[in-house]
């Protein structure tokens, strides 16, 4: 069975630049205020990983394939399967499948792409789904306070798909469920809204340091058996780009100009956006056009990307004296 690999990610404290110039008087809406929303879908998010999490566990019924479920006079139906089956304290595989976990053979043969977006509303484990959500709402929260719930609804669904894209193009032998490529894409879209917005922060640098810091770890963590690496570096990379073209700020100048009220001079600026980010747009939107559609093709066409790429693999498990990564003992894959 699989491991969660997302791990609690400490909060980024980023300090703005003060504004320069003619400032706006202290009645004007300021940056904060403007940018400022109420997040309530990153709590969906959360109660719906948990009430699905609770059905699959329901519809698993451990009691009535198995007799050595754990806390069956407890949990009833609920009872989680033996820790040799799941050591993440939670249903079996069939059940996963059941439910909509990603596994190759559906989605290609079967043609059931749908499967594409419903295995990362899915969860191995109680400890699975702990970790994700935690990580869920620690990164989400920020974001979604910062450019409300249509944008980043649209970051954290996009990379779960591009994640699951790339894992099914190399993960052809075990069944794939869990949050963290979308997870994944929302660290890679705070990552590209530092990038193109670093004129407005005061300590990019450290900011991005620890951003990088905290990528890299968890993709590291990837390494291990038995976790999709794959749907990680595809919802990252989805979220990277997406966070050029929808995490973009406009300039405070701008903001200025637009809001200041009447008798007062604001800084003037004739464009929204800098230069280097219409690029960063353009190029980004671009990228991602190809990866969706080429992915999209190539996963339709049956196309095996561990034949184009001998050492891909190590990407996703690195064999050492404490494991191996042969298929035998690839059971079930259960994170993401």
């Not at 995490?247 to 009220?261: D, E, G, S, Y």
């Amino acid at each position: 069975m699989g491991r969660s690999s997302t791990r609690e990610s400490p909060m980024l404290e980023i300090k703005v630049h003060p504004r320069r110039g003619n400032s706006p008087p202290p009645d004007s809406p300021s940056h904060d205020e403007l940018k400022t929303f109420k997040d309530w879908l990153v709590p969906t998010i959360v109660c719906i990983n948990v009430f699905l999490f609770l059905v699959t566990m329901f519809i698993n019924n451990c009691p009535a394939h198995s007799n050595k479920c754990i806390a069956p006079r407890f949990l009833k139906r609920l009872a989680f399967e033996s820790i040799k089956i799941n050591p993440l304290l939670g249903p079996s595989a069939p059940a996963l499948v059941k439910m909509g976990a990603l596994e190759y053979k559906k989605v290609v043969k079967e043609s059931q792409e749908w499967r594409l977006l419903t295995c990362m509303w899915l969860h191995a484990g109680v400890f699975h789904v702990f970790a994700n959500m935690l990580g869920l709402v620690f990164i989400g929260s920020r974001l979604e306070q910062e450019f409300g719930f249509l944008r980043i609804g649209v970051l954290y669904i996009l990379s779960g798909i591009g994640g699951s894209i790339l894992s099914s193009l190399f993960v052809r032998t075990t069944v794939s469920v869990g949050a963290s490529g979308a997870l994944f894409g929302l660290l890679g879209g705070m990552l590209s809204e530092l990038l193109t917005n670093w004129t407005i922060y005061a300590n990019v640098f450290a900011a991005i340091s620890t951003l990088v810091v905290i990528i890299l770890i968890n993709i590291a963590v990837g390494v291990l058996p038995h976790v999709d690496n794959y749907a990680h570096i595809g919802g990252f990379f989805t979220g990277f780009f997406l966070g050029f073209v929808i995490l973009v700020r406009p300039q405070f100048k701008w903001l200025n100009q637009k809001h200041v009220p009447p008798g007062y001079v604001a800084p003037t600026t004739r464009t929204k956006y800098k230069s280097y980010q219409y690029i960063l747009l353009i190029l980004s939107l671009i990228a991602l056009l190809l990866g969706f559609t080429i992915g999209l093709i190539l996963l339709s066409r049956g196309v095996d990307g561990n034949d184009y790429c001998s050492w891909c693999h190590y990407l996703t498990c690195i064999p050492t004296p404490l494991w191996n990564c042969d298929l035998s003992c690839r059971l079930v894959q259960l994170d993401k």
